[in-house]
């Protein structure tokens, strides 16, 4: 293992099929039309010295370090900013240019700080690196002219000098040491696209900016660390290389958070984790990262981490630390007795979309080969089930279409509730450069998400509708484009079944069903609809991302249904720019969904009841598998509560914090006699378990994540794990306690049987990640090097399915006692119930749950910024505080649901999906009204928590 | 020019321009030129609503307003004296000039006098070498000058 060191080419590649040939010192180079000669210099393997240009950011050509000579011209052009010509010849190093680089070079370090030896970017530092490459020996100008190193000079104070900005936690910013190359401002601008920075003043008062001369956390900075990461020197630096150190080996891996699955190099010293760098290789990321990949892993080492396993016999007792086989032991014969006093069907599985492919996988087996039954199911439930449901109707896959980079191509965006900036930022930041870049946006969200207008994008339309009327409004575009004859006859005919398209046609051609008569119960104007609508038909490559404002309602199944039919009628399926992409919320959500987790479903989506895919995993396995469904998990615990579902392993999911209505959850999990809990900390479903499984982080394991555009990324074990076992033997262990036989001793094994029983996994390998980085189900003898898009020459299921979408208003309805509806949603620097970055300084953003609330609504119950509120629904109340905001319509609440003590879930109905149960989030009738603080439950449930929590101290 | 404008009424009248010239190509500048015959400077309140108009970071607006000297934070006093400082006025004698105006108005650069009267900036070149040295009181050039000179055109100013 070593340090890997990325190529900097100094400018990004050129996409044009063109290519020119020329010489750099003698030797020949063909490279791409529109390379710099910088890059064709490096590609030829000869380093330009260069300060201001680095491949993630345009040409800015400031520094003047990177000088050439070009035959026939005059001067010494900038290598950075030069576009290549054929039979150019270049010379690279002559007398000239290396009187100039170094003349150039005194000038940098003249007003520099020479404390190379204490600095913490020692060995990684690029001006230290070019003052070697020049052969920098001398600083003529001397060190007492006005300067900006030191905050006394000549006994006066300095008043060029600016001290350390420390406020962000992850990074530091040292204005002495800046050389002003502009390298984060555009990193910041062309990378992130949040402008964040800025250069102020001019010549030599020229420094770095956040917002308007403040500090970086008070400016709009989003610590994606691109700035970090393109700094040459040590103004930018990260706060645990300061702590650290520089780090020795470095190993390529995949960030554990969100569904983008982007590829980060885990730099480390020893087996201590120096920082995480983005790896520009990954497919997903392109060398980009969030804050939470980027710097939020602190979790891992977190105190509250517990790494010995714990049982009780109770819940109200407190847990007791004993060995692994102990708890094995205890775990495994209550589960046994379980099955023999109440049936093999009395227990069951809740896979986890954080665990890698390879871990879901053992435990749905667990459940079907060991426990007997089909009770497994994991929490895409609460998320992307009518994604499967919807999209294996219509086109026969149960996934998005496109890879990320697809977006590149698209020509109008349609995002549908999903709020890529905070939830997917990576993936948002390259659909922002696309919107730069002058693609067009729609936005269909109840809220005034980031998107809809931030510097540089603006949303061509926002159909801000009321919660809960997606349907009326999918359709009612789907009106539009067959009444006004926008949609694209020849594609339906070639692709699609005729019959089912006209009778969809006909469907929608209704009056009823036009943007005018849904005005009234959507809130969108009709104008706005019919625009939206014929930019999406007419506007070039139509490409849609959706999320869970789509899926987590009542007629979740039905919009993903309408969203894949709108695509359907335009012909935007089966080419780059086009598609539809669920932006998938956890990191495995997708691989879970493909392991089988699903109760009804074997891995690779295959029914249960098809005794021909029974037939090869009872060959593979030695078992019987039932026919039967299993339960889901709204009906496990309805099952729990009726006294007929009794035991419960829960592998990495916080089902009480995480699904709706959590008194009801609660109650479940209370009546049952077992629940194990396999997870990093006492999360709020542990203060019901019997038993208490630590877990590993997915530094301390090797297994595969699938992210939303169905690549198989790897995830390599950097260290080992803190709790002894990484998360798949400690599944095997449990299987092996209960009597099964299993021998993994490596994940590529486990990956090997998935491979062999799955056919859309059937020739991926760990040999073949290895050899491509990653690779895009299905792979197989059909895609050998997988699929990046789908459906390509026509539909998997033959031909693309129109399916009628009627409207149905949910239950759930606002009404005189809950007048308002309220929505729920996520924040960048959190994720999910927010057990991990609740334990990272991310919390320095985000330190509790607030309440976005319209300033009209407010003023009615004379509510003010920052007051107590308590919001209350049919399900139960809470309270929180308010944020005044017209980012909200009137009549519409927003939360986020990333911290305990609030518990939005408290708040939410058992309503969910008629196809899949998947749970309405996104509606809930509320009321608020001024408060004191946290209600009546939240105080209990706080004494509850703590007291569930005490460990027995060891004799 | 009134120097209690508050931070609403900023707020509103730089929408204002903002919305006046929006439409051109390059609008920024002209829209700072217009703010600060406004204001009498850029004041802080009117760049969230100049970005906000144009779709910018408050960052890159920041950048533009401080590259730019002629752009101030607060407003000058009601007339702005401009003494060069660059070469060909200083071989003629322009830092003598400047010391005796400093000390003549009582105030160094960049200071505005005690009565609101006069503020003294520096300027590097008015493009008047044949005439050094030179000076620039509020859009006049005046050349040639020695201190006697420059109290007549203060004076002058102050009436």
Known sequence: MSLIKETDYGTPTSRSQETVTLTVDGFDVTVPAGTSVMRASMEAGIQIPKLCATDMVDAFGSCRLCLVEIEGRRGTPASCTTPVEDGMVVRTQTGRLKDLRRGVMELYISDHPLDCLTCAANGDC????????????????????????????????????????????????????????????????????????TIEGRGFESRVSPG???????????????????????????????????????????????????????????????????????KANAGHSCVKGRFAYGYASHRDRILNPMIRDSIDQPWREVSWDEALGFAASRLRGIQEAHGKEAIGVITSSRCTNEETFLVQKLARAVFGNNNTDTCARVCHSPTGYGLGQTFGTSAGTQDFESVERADVVVVIGANPTDGHPVFGSRLKKRLRQGARLIVIDPR????????????????????????????????????????????IRERCDWEEFQDYAEFVADPAHSPEAVEALTGVPAAEMRAAARLYAQGGNGAIYYGLGVTEHSQGSTTVIGIANLAMLTGNIGRPGVGVNPLRGQNNVQGSCDMGS?????????????????????????????????????????????????GLYVQGEDILQSDPDTKHVSAGLAAMDCVIVHDLFLNETANYAHVFLPGSTFLE???????????????????????????????????????????????????????????????????????????????????PEGAPVMHVDGFVRGRGRFIRTDYVATDERAGPRFPLLLTTGRILSQYNVGAQTRRTDNVVWHSEDVLEINPHDAELRGVKDGDWVKLASRSGETSLRARITDRVSPGVVYTTFHHPGTQANVITTDYSDWATNCPEYKVTAVQVSRSNGPTDWQEEYERLSARSRRIEAAE | MDLQDSAQDITERTAEI????????????????????????????????????????????????????????????????????AEACQSVGGDRLAEDVMQALGINWHETT???????????????????????????????????????????ASR
């Open chain 1, 448 to 491: 005034r998400i980031d998107l809809v207008k931030s510097p540089h994008i603006a949303a061509a339309h926002h159909l801000a509708l009321r919660p809960g009327t997606n349907v009326a409004v999918v359709t009612a575009l789907a009106h539009v484009i067959v009444t006004e004859g926008l949609h694209d006859e020849t594609f």
């Open chain 2, 114 to 156: 005690p009565d609101g009267r006069i503020t003294l900036e520096p300027v590097y070149c008015l493009g008047l070498c044949s005439c050094a040295p030179a000076a620039m009181m509020d859009d006049t050039l005046h050349g040639r000058l020695d201190a006697a000179s420059v109290k007549d055109i203060v004076a002058e």
């Open chain 1, 598 to 646: 699903f109760p009804h479903e074997l891995p690779g989506y295959r029914h249960v009841k098809n005794a021909d895919v029974r037939a090869i995993y009872e060959a593979t396995w030695g078992v019987e598998i039932s026919p039967e469904p299993g339960l889901r998990i709204p009906n496990m615990l309805d099952a729990a509560v009726d006294g007929t579902f009794r």
């Open chain 1, 126 to 197: 690029e001006l230290q690196d070019m003052a070697g490459a020049v052969g920098l020996r001398d600083v003529r100008y001397g060190y007492e002219g006005a300067g900006h190193v030191t905050a006394r000079q000549n006994g006066e104070d300095n008043p060029r000098y600016m001290p350390k900005d420390e406020t962000n936690p992850y990074f530091t910013y040292d204005p002495s040491k800046c050389i002003v190359c502009s390298r984060c401002v555009r990193a910041c601008e062309e990378v992130q696209g949040t402008f964040a920075l």
């Open chain 1, 212 to 282: 308007m001369s403040e500090s970086f956390l008070a400016s709009e900075c989003v610590s994606c660390g691109a700035c970090v990461q393109a700094c040459p020197t040590a103004t930018l630096q990260e706060k645990s290389v300061i702590e650290i150190g520089q780090p020795e080996h470095s190993v390529v891996t995949t960030c554990a958070y969100c569904g983008v699955g982007c590829s980060f190099k885990a730099e480390m010293r020893g087996d201590e984790l120096v920082r995480m760098v983005p790896y520009k290789d990954g």
């Open chain 2, 18 to 85: 903002v919305s006046r010239n929006a439409q051109l190509e390059g609008p920024l500048l002209p829209i700072l030129h217009d703010v600060h015959h406004a204001f009498g400077c850029v004041p802080d309140a009117a760049i969230q609503p100049i970005a906000d108009g144009l779709n910018l970071s408050r960052a890159e607006v920041h950048g533009v307003v401080s590259f730019y000297h002629d752009f101030r934070k607060s407003p000058a006093g009601r007339h702005t004296l401009k003494l060069c400082r």
């Open chain 1, 701 to 783: 394991k090797d297994g595969t994540f699938t992210n939303a555009e169905r690549r198989i990324n790897r995830v390599r074990k950097v260290m080992a794990p803190r709790n002894g076992y990484a998360d798949w033997e400690v599944t095997q262990l449990l299987a092996n306690a209960m009597g099964a036989n299993w021998n993994y001793t490596h994940p590529r094994e486990i990956m090997a049987e998935i491979a062999a029983t799955t056919p859309s996994f059937a020739n991926v390998t760990y040999k073949l990640l290895e050899e491509m980085g990653s690779v895009q189900w299905p792979c197989n003898d059909a895609n």
